[in-house]
C-alpha cells in the first residue's frame, strides 16, 4: 500500500477506500465487505485502527492515519506476501547465467524489449551485505487481460567469489476487479 493523501470519511466512495478497507482487513480491523464505500463499518474500523494507533479516534482518514496504517502494513520479512518461485526454473526458463548480480539484472531488464503493451519497468539491485545482493524487477502495464503487473525478488549470495541465486519470488498486480490492486501474491483471476 502506498502513502495517499487523500482524505476520506463516511460517504466517500472508490478506489482509495477500497485500498483503506483492504488495509484495515489485513491488520484484522475491518470484517466488512470490501466494496469502496465509506460506511459505518469503515468509519467503526478506523476509529478503532486510529485508537490502537495513538491518534485522534475521530473517524476521518488523513495524513497522519494514512501514514500509520502503511507503516503496519510493512512486512518485517521481506520475502512475506511472495509467490515463492523453483530458483532452479527460474534459471532455466529466464536462460541466467550466474555471474554477478548486475549481470543478472542486465539479463532480467532486456529480456522483455519486445513484449507488446504500454509498460513501465524498474530494476534494483542492492547489496545488504558483501556477500548478499537483492534484485527486484518490476514491470507494470502488462498487456494481458488478467495481470497488470508483475514484480520479483531475486536474492543471491556470494560463495567463494562465486554468486548463486539462492531464493526467488514473485508478486502481482491485477487488472481492475481480476484481484489485488496492490502487489500480492495471490494470482489475479
Request: hydrophobic content about 35%.
Amino acid at each position: 500500500m502506498n502513502a495517499i493523501s487523500v482524505v476520506l470519511k463516511e460517504g466517500s466512495k472508490g478506489a482509495e477506500v477500497t485500498k483503506l478497507q483492504e488495509g484495515l482487513k489485513k491488520l484484522n480491523f475491518y470484517s466488512g465487505v470490501v466494496d469502496g464505500i465509506f460506511g459505518a463499518k469503515t468509519k467503526e474500523a478506523v476509529i478503532n485502527f486510529q485508537k490502537s494507533q495513538q491518534l485522534v479516534a475521530d473517524g476521518i482518514v488523513g495524513e497522519k492515519t494514512w501514514s500509520k496504517l502503511n507503516a503496519a502494513l510493512q512486512p518485517s520479512d521481506p520475502r512475506s506476501n511472495f509467490r515463492v518461485i523453483n530458483v532452479q526454473e527460474f534459471i532455466s526458463s529466464n536462460r541466467i547465467k550466474v555471474s554477478t548480480p548486475k549481470a543478472v539484472a542486465v539479463q532480467l531488464f532486456s529480456k522483455r524489449e519486445d513484449e507488446e503493451g504500454r509498460r513501465s519497468e524498474d530494476i534494483v539491485v542492492e547489496y545488504p551485505t558483501r556477500e548478499t545482493a537483492e534484485i527486484v524487477h518490476a514491470i507494470v502495464g502488462l498487456a494481458d487481460d488478467s495481470i497488470r503487473g508483475i514484480r520479483q525478488r531475486i536474492e543471491l549470495k556470494q560463495k567463494q567469489n562465486k554468486w548463486e541465486i539462492v531464493w526467488v519470488g514473485e508478486q502481482y498486480k491485477c487488472q481492475p476487479n481480476r484481484g489485488s490492486q496492490d502487489w500480492s501474491s495471490s494470482p489475479c483471476l
